[in-house]
């Protein structure tokens, strides 16, 4: 049962080696590739629930002379959004993609994309960590620039830029943790680390370079161009996964290996351009003319919430209280990864059909494609929090703790925000409803139009309902 | 504490520093990635720096097999970002 | 006497290093920013034999300088008109009238030094206080203790390739993506015309002498600096002079998309072998049992060699081969 951690990576590392050898196969060793890592995922996120942390020493080698890969509640819940989120893009990217020569170029690449992932989350080792974000930034760029217009290689090599600068900033932070305590793993980090120097330097240099990957304002600026003109699955998964990966990664050191260096100004820094992501992103959002464009600044508004909650987890005390907000925390992340990466599908369907994603020009939409329509509203109610979308609960969560915690400038900002955020889902509502004067056939339900309804149906239903499980869950924790 | 440390570990953080310096400003984009791969030069000389134990003793191997894979790490990069440049210049110039 | 000159040799080193690297960043030609990186990067070489780090070294020369350096130089070719490839992004500033954009402004540049220059002063406030303190050896001592059952008496060998082996494995990973990102994007650069009588020469016994220097240090490399990315860096380069001696074939069977992509991935897919197999044998991934673990790791090496020398040399031709079915 151990071996499942190993498996997560093993697996999609194995089917993008076979599907570069045999691209004639291509199409079904990815797709069951991808239904194997799910089911894996599925069965780690089971184990995790019943047995607790899981840890497993690569080599047999103890942690910190070998590499370990754990598990906890919160890895577990983000591997099984991923998988969810992989596998309906996969099968969307294999009607997405019609010529034969994308997908012998796509595929391979799309699995290591997934190998870097899932190896991300279950890592338990510093330099580790390193070597799976420089796997995770590269195969990201190659699999944005596949677009081959001009604009996706210039956001795709901005993007590379600065994902090499937020990776040489972290590899700079870790050298200085070896430089002080003489050993690369987390666990024992967690355990040894004291607030000094070394630790505010290490952490102060990772952040940075996380947040520089993670997009935060005011370093937000690489991704609008690069999510919105890269090919629609692969924004799909840019958006809801590799950042919400860095973000992980910054949970971990901010709440778990750091948790007692930071200070408590730092985390309210990490606060307010978390607020001004919110306001800036769901600005940006509503003037945006294209589609993309609008998802895009959402992913920055919403990343912008992901932040609020650092400085009142600093400030609440353990307890209740303090668990609730991680709970709100983690079910507006999932809740974002899978209503995002829904609507960039969808988004998908309408640029394919329509040859444009312009916001103005939607007339007909609903008519049209009214399955696509359903889950763009799916996935316009998870980004602004309307129940029983899981996005719901984690605002309100967020709420309450700003409540209890006394601060009050993030309630104002969270409601700016969701005001804004309904302003412009309802601008692209009311044009996609807009009627055409002669409609044509409403068609029927297409294979690709499926997983941007599944993914936005499990942000709204699934995830509203699934609250009380994330809860037991990340109670499981490191 | 032995001079070599001294020495080395200073320059290595002044190397990094001096190659951020010129990746936030320079123009060009090849001199963005050749500030990159200083940067990393850099951070690679921290880490031996670290290792080293003096010229009697072992240096500590695991620094060691970290700046190796950075190594390779930073020319696959490089390499990635010289073929995007060259795309898009070839884009340019048969605009 | 002894440390008196070594004294001497590591400020004279230090110097030209961070004289080269200033050299580097400020050249005004990128071309002159190159050449000076080579350089700068053959003197961190010294740097690394200095601080006792063989292996790194090797490395550093063949591929931080070396293979780094060659494609760069590729990259700083002139266009027809005689003018250096212009700067892809912000064309819309370039457009404008007002050329004075935020780089140039005197307050950000300011601001960036700034910035810099509390990086520098925050790395060697902890650096310093790293390094005063009590070292923790815990781990270099573990990696003595274990060297006897790794198989390698190379300390660095045995920990890329058994302590921490699924670091090296992903690293494999990496190159695969970055080469088939390249392939994605674009054909080989133009070739070179054939080489005269003088190189042919040359490359006719170095072209052998590099491949054999690659086995031996792949061999060596289990009991001295060595190993799989030293050797196949060392392959490239070999692969790099055909290359520029106008050979079509450059020791890649380029005529077949299949073959290319065994060598390819032969790399990362033996590694994932061998470590599903110790999976299958009831070990732990990579677990590699004492008595063959020797062999595993030559075994890995010499897979890894070929996928890291193709991967280079792909890189350095610049994307797909011509000869390739698909294109």
């Given amino acids: 049962m151990i071996d499942i951690l190993i498996w997560l990576v093993a697996l999609p590392l194995a089917g993008a080696l076979a599907a570069l050898l045999l691209p004639r196969y291509a199409t079904a060793i990815v797709i069951s590739t991808a239904i194997a890592t799910s089911i894996s995922a599925a069965a780690l996120l089971y184990a995790v629930a019943t047995h607790g942390v899981m840890l497993y020493e690569i080599g047999g080698w103890p942690a910190g002379l070998g590499i370990a890969l754990r598990a906890d509640g919160l890895a577990a819940l983000l591997l099984t959004m991923s998988a969810l989120v992989l596998l309906a893009s996969s099968i969307y990217a294999g009607a997405y993609f019609r010529e034969n020569l994308l997908r012998s170029r796509f595929w391979p690449l799309w699995l290591l994309l997934w190998t870097a992932l899932n190896a991300l989350l279950l890592s338990g080792d510093l330099f580790n960590l390193y070597v799976t974000l420089e796997l995770l930034g590269l195969s990201a760029v190659a699999l944005a620039s596949l677009a081959g217009k001009t604009a996706a290689m210039q956001a795709a090599l901005r993007y590379l830029l600065v994902g090499l600068l937020g990776s040489m900033l972290f590899l700079a932070g870790v050298t200085l943790i070896y430089a002080g305590y003489g050993t690369l793993d987390m666990a024992t980090l967690s355990r040894v680390v004291a607030a000094g120097p070394i630790a505010w330097s290490a952490l102060a240099l990772m952040t940075v370079g996380l947040l520089l990957k993670t997009a935060l304002f005011p370093l937000h600026f690489w991704l609008p161009p690069a999510h919105a003109s890269a090919p629609a699955p692969v924004s799909a998964v840019l958006s809801a996964l590799v950042v919400k990966a860095t973000f992980y990664l910054v949970m971990r050191l901010w709440l778990d290996i750091f948790s007692e260096v930071v200070i408590p100004q730092v985390a309210s820094l990490l606060g307010i351009l978390g607020a001004a992501a919110v306001l800036w992103g769901s600005w940006q959002a509503l003037r945006a003319e294209r589609l993309k464009l609008l998802a895009a600044y959402s992913t920055v508004a919403q990343l912008g919430y992901l932040f609020l909650f650092f400085p009142l987890l600093q400030a609440l005390p353990a307890g209740a209280a303090r668990d609730a907000a991680m709970g709100g925390l983690v079910i507006l992340a999932l809740s974002h990864g899978l209503a995002k990466s829904g609507l960039f599908l969808a988004i998908g369907i309408i640029q394919q059909r329509s040859g444009h994603d312009t916001i103005r020009d939607l007339d007909g939409t609903a008519q049209r494609l009214p399955a696509t329509t359903f889950a763009i509203a799916l996935s316009g109610t998870a980004l602004i929090g309307l129940p029983p979308s899981g996005a719901f609960l984690g605002k309100w969560h967020l709420l309450s703790a700003a409540f209890s915690a006394g601060q009050w400038l993030w309630i104002i900002v969270i409601m700016i925000g969701t005001l804004l955020a309904a302003a412009y889902t309802f601008r692209v509502l009311g044009h996609a409803f807009g009627q055409q004067p002669y409609p044509r056939h409403p068609v029927t339900i297409a294979i690709e139009e499926w997983p941007a309804l599944i993914l936005t149906a499990f942000a709204t239903i699934g995830l509203g309902l699934a609250g009380a499980p994330v809860w037991q869950l990340l109670k499981v924790s490191l | ?95 | ?327």
């Fill in chain 2, 1 to 95: 504490m032995l001079t070599a440390h001294w020495l080395y570990g200073l320059s290595g953080c002044l190397i990094m520093a001096l190659g951020l310096r010129a990746v936030l400003l320079n123009d060009s984009l090849l001199q963005r990635i050749i500030a990159l791969n200083v940067m990393g030069t850099g951070v690679f000389m921290i880490l031996i720096t670290i290792a080293y134990r003096g010229p009697d003793a072992t240096p500590d191997p695991i620094p060691h097999a970290l700046v190796l894979t950075g190594i390779v790490v930073a020319v696959s990069a490089t390499a990635l970002a010289l073929t995007l440049i060259r795309r898009l210049t070839e884009e340019q110039d048969s605009d």
């Fill in chain 3, 1 to 327: 006497m002894i440390i008196t000159n070594m004294l001497f040799i590591d400020i004279l080193l230090v110097m030209s290093i961070l004289s080269l690297a200033w050299a580097t960043l400020t050249a005004t030609d990128v071309r002159r920013s190159v050449i000076f990186f080579i350089a700068f990067g053959l003197l961190v070489t010294l740097a690394w034999a200095r601080l006792q780090a063989p292996d790194v070294a090797l490395a550093e020369a063949a591929i931080g300088a070396g293979l780094s350096g060659a494609l760069l130089l590729t990259a700083v070719q002139l266009r027809p008109r005689g003018t250096l490839p212009s700067e892809a992004l912000d064309n819309e500033k370039q457009n404008r009238s007002n050329r004075a954009d935020l780089r140039s402004s005197a307050a950000i540049r300011w601001a960036v030094t700034l910035l810099c220059i509390v990086l520098a002063y925050i790395l060697i406030w902890a650096l310093l206080q790293a390094l005063s303190s009590q070292t923790n050896d815990n781990l270099a001592q573990s990696v003595n203790a274990n060297l006897a059952n790794s198989g390698v008496s190379n300390p660095v060998t045995a920990v890329l390739l058994n302590f921490r082996a699924y670091d090296t494995l992903l690293e494999l990973a990496v190159l695969l993506t970055a080469v088939l990102g390249i392939f994605a994007l674009s054909e080989e650069r133009a070739g070179y015309a054939p080489a005269g009588a003088v190189f042919n020469g040359l490359v006719s016994w170095l072209v052998p002498a590099l491949i054999l220097m690659a086995g031996y240090l792949l061999w060596v490399g289990a009991h001295a600096p060595g190993g799989a990315f030293q050797a196949g860096a060392i392959l490239a380069a070999a692969g790099v002079i055909l290359r520029l001696a106008g050979k079509p074939d450059i020791g890649l069977p380029v005529s077949s998309t299949s073959y290319l992509n065994i060598i390819l991935v032969i790399g990362s897919g033996l590694f994932l072998l061998v470590g599903l197999t110790m999976l299958a044998l009831g070990r732990p991934f990579l677990g590699y049992p004492e008595a063959m673990a020797g062999k595993l790791i030559l075994f890995i090496e010499t897979a890894a060699m070929i996928s890291i020398a193709a991967t280079l040399i792909l890189a350095f031709i610049g994307g797909r081969p011509h000869n390739r079915e698909d294109g």
